[in-house]
């Protein structure tokens, strides 16, 4: 099945520490993205990477980091910088040009 | 900036009815519009979008209308069914790499 995969779907953090949720698609698409939403939020975007080894920063970057070193994957770092990272993580993929994204399901982070 | 926001945070119709959601937008630039459904702790899924040249769009029992006179895009779902409770989310699709643009959701509510 093609089709985009977080993990893992929950995730606690202690306060201090650096994160990394997994995000990895095998539909072929050279856009990825990131968004957090919070309780009763829309989505806002934090990174996007429109190719390889190539990102920009969206409207909430710090405090996050990216790499995009394989087409498939886009992992986001949550590091200690963020002062408010219990969120709702999502990332979404999309056929470059394209209108319609792919979201996978999400994680959810908690400091603790 | 530019922003994309909702007129009503929650909706609740009968089941059998026709359901309406609206949306105001600000960005006049903004190539699509597009209509996104999210069911508790899932991510987003694409319903339908628009392209900014034209002012009504069908599918499957929705319906998208977009008026750029007043800044104004609106979704019918008709016969609306227990499966469609969700937050619906309406986006713009601006920026070179087609990010999209929230707004922060209308709850709608199928009452038996």
């Known amino acids: 099945d093609g089709g985009i995969t977080q993990s893992p779907k929950y995730l606690f953090r202690k306060e201090g520490q650096n994160v990394t949720l997994s995000c990895e698609q095998n539909l072929n698409h050279d856009a990825m993205y990131w968004y957090r939403q919070d309780p009763g939020q829309g989505l806002r975007l934090i990174y996007y990477s429109q190719i390889v080894n190539d990102f920009q920063k969206g409207d909430i970057a710090e405090g996050y980091s990216v790499s995009r070193e394989k087409k498939e994957s886009f992992p986001l770092t949550v590091t200690s910088a963020q002062k408010n990272p219990t969120a709702f993580y999502l990332c979404?993929?999309?056929?470059?040009?394209?209108?319609?994204?792919?979201f996978g399901q999400g994680t959810r982070l908690t400091v603790v | 900036g530019e922003s994309v926001g909702l007129h009503l945070p929650t909706l609740s119709v009968q089941e059998g009815d026709n359901s309406i959601i609206n949306c105001a937008y600000s960005?006049?630039?903004?190539?699509?519009f597009i209509w996104y459904k999210q069911e508790s702790g899932k991510g987003p899924q694409f319903i339908i979008d628009i392209r900014s040249n034209m002012d009504k769009r069908q599918g499957q029992r929705v319906t998208v209308l977009l008026n750029k006179t007043v800044k104004h895009l609106s979704l019918q779902i008709a016969a609306t069914q227990p499966g469609d409770s969700a937050v619906y989310f309406c986006?713009?699709?601006?920026?070179?790499?087609?990010?999209?643009?929230f707004g922060s959701g209308t709850q709608l509510t199928v009452l038996p």
């Open positions: 960005n006049s630039a903004s190539d699509y």
């Open positions: 979404a993929s999309s056929i470059q040009g394209s209108t319609e994204a792919f």
């Open positions: 986006a713009e699709n601006s920026g070179s790499a087609r990010q999209l643009t």
